[in-house]
């Protein structure tokens, strides 16, 4: 009677102790599920923009207001609007290059790019062939040794000879070291192509912005003291037009290699009189096309090992700014409240290019992007592929996988 009674309360107790380890067991399952979510967090939290904000270089008065306008030696100036005494208005026309070879250019340039753009698809496509090939994996066999008589081998040799077959098969295969390194090797041939479509977008750009600057305009009042006569201008040691100021200084400084496409002719710099503490704005009349040599008393913010170009900007408002003095320059942007600058460890780049790991629908999902280079190696520039309100993932580790499901909430606990 008390074995019976025993039974039944192991009987009662196995299902109950059961349904309590299947518990234990779930929830544990869930916790780890849950901490296989990808942690992420808003651009805006990441964003670095004063680095660019920030970066500030040493300049020097230099003279009274003066424009040096250097004449591009590669295109023909086709016509002059001034002559020298005339005064000049800011926005009056000074001369103009061949709209219609520049057009040319561009064309040509056009061309140049979307050839690359398609040997850059093409070489994507071999590569995509390439990772989806399956291994041939030759099969083991063991050897069987028989004795046999001389008569014997020959025979078998001969019909060996004959069942090998006289065609190779027109579909390669490949072992799976072979196919290894066919997918490298065409990783550099995906990367190559790659750099030749930047390289002739950039030359795109450059010939675009040529054209758009056919007609050169003043950019100071003042008084043309220098013109040059329309055709090829080749004296790259002189400038081809000279206008004098009416009003206002000069201010020569030096920019960073990886700001040059930020800045442009017509931006805007802040000027502070290291002497005086007085500020103005100041207007970019020219940047030089190649790097100053020796630069000295560089005391400017970001790399000093990077080239530096010479610049020119025209102060309107030049109280409290003497000739020879050493002022500090800032750059203005304009759109700082939109620039997103991210620390490089959040961009990974693959043969398809740029990319960062982004929130999209509850999940992890790869965001392409266009990056600049800043004067700072840590940071990039994202000029295209984000906003503020994105929410990005740390790229690498465990987590850093697409599809994985995302949390605004890091991991805290055992799991």
């Known amino acids: 009677m008390k074995k019976k009674k025993k039974l039944k309360k192991l009987f009662i107790i196995i299902p109950i102790a059961v349904v309590l380890i299947a518990g234990i067991i779930a929830g544990l399952m869930i916790a780890r599920k849950n901490s296989e979510k990808a942690y992420v967090m808003p651009v805006s939290e990441n964003n670095n923009s004063w680095?660019?904000?920030?970066?500030?270089?040493?300049?020097?008065?230099?003279?009274?207001?003066?424009?040096?306008?250097?004449?591009?030696?590669?295109?023909?100036?086709?016509?002059?609007?001034v002559k020298e005494g005339d005064q000049v208005k800011k926005g009056d026309k000074l001369f103009q290059y061949d709209a219609e070879s520049l057009q040319i250019k561009v064309e040509e340039k056009q061309l140049s790019a979307n050839y690359c753009q398609t040997?850059?698809?093409?070489?994507?496509?071999?590569?995509?062939?390439?990772?989806?090939?399956?291994?041939y994996i030759p099969p083991e066999t063991e050897e069987i040794v028989e004795t046999v008589s001389d008569d014997e081998d020959a025979a078998v040799e001969e019909q060996d000879t004959e069942e090998q077959p006289q065609e190779e098969s027109a579909e390669k295969t490949y072992t799976p070291q072979e196919k290894a390194d066919a997918i490298t090797d065409q990783q550099l041939e995906v990367s190559k192509a790659k750099t030749a479509l930047e390289k002739a977008n950039e030359e795109l750009k450059e010939a675009q912005k040529a054209l758009e600057n056919a007609?050169?305009?003043?950019?100071?009042?003042?008084?043309?003291?220098?013109?040059?006569?329309?055709?090829?201008?080749?004296?790259?040691?002189?400038?081809?037009?000279?206008?004098?100021?009416?009003?206002?200084?000069?201010?020569?400084?030096?920019?960073?290699?990886?700001?040059?496409?930020?800045?442009?002719?017509?931006?805007?710099?802040?000027?502070?009189?290291?002497?005086?503490?007085e500020s103005s704005e100041a207007e970019i009349l020219s940047i030089n096309d190649y790097p100053a040599d020796n630069v000295g008393g560089y005391s400017g913010s970001g790399n000093p090992n990077t080239s530096f170009y010479e610049f020119s900007a025209f102060i309107a408002e030049s109280e409290g700014f003497d000739i020879g003095e050493n002022v500090q320059i800032t750059k203005q942007t304009e759109d700082f409240d939109s620039l997103i600058v991210l620390d490089q460890i959040f961009v990974r780049t693959d043969e398809k290019g740029s990319y960062v790991l982004k929130d999209q629908d509850g999940k992890l999902a790869r965001q392409d992007v266009k990056t600049e280079k800043t004067s700072e190696s840590q940071y990039v520039?994202?000029?295209?592929?984000?906003?503020?309100?994105?929410?990005?993932?740390?790229?690498?580790?465990?987590?850093?996988?697409?599809?994985?499901l995302t949390t605004t909430e890091q991991k805290t606990g055992l799991f």
Not at 53 to 81: H, K
Not at 119 to 129: N, P
């Open 215 to 277: 007609t050169v305009y003043a950019k100071i009042d003042g008084t043309v003291t220098k013109i040059g006569a329309p055709g090829i201008y080749t004296n790259a040691s002189s400038p081809f037009c000279t206008i004098i100021g009416d009003t206002g200084v000069t201010v020569k400084g030096y920019l960073g290699e990886f700001d040059l496409k930020s800045l442009s002719v017509g931006d805007t710099l802040s000027v502070v009189s290291n002497m005086t503490g």
């Open 381 to 404: 520039i994202i000029t295209e592929g984000l906003t503020l309100d994105d929410m990005i993932a740390f790229p690498y580790g465990p987590l850093a996988k697409e599809g994985l």
């Open 119 to 135: 040997l850059l698809e093409r070489q994507q496509a071999l590569l995509e062939t390439y990772r989806n090939i399956v291994p």
């Open 51 to 81: 680095i660019v904000s920030m970066a500030s270089y040493s300049g020097t008065v230099a003279e009274s207001a003066q424009d040096n306008i250097q004449a591009n030696a590669e295109d023909p100036v086709t016509e002059v609007f």
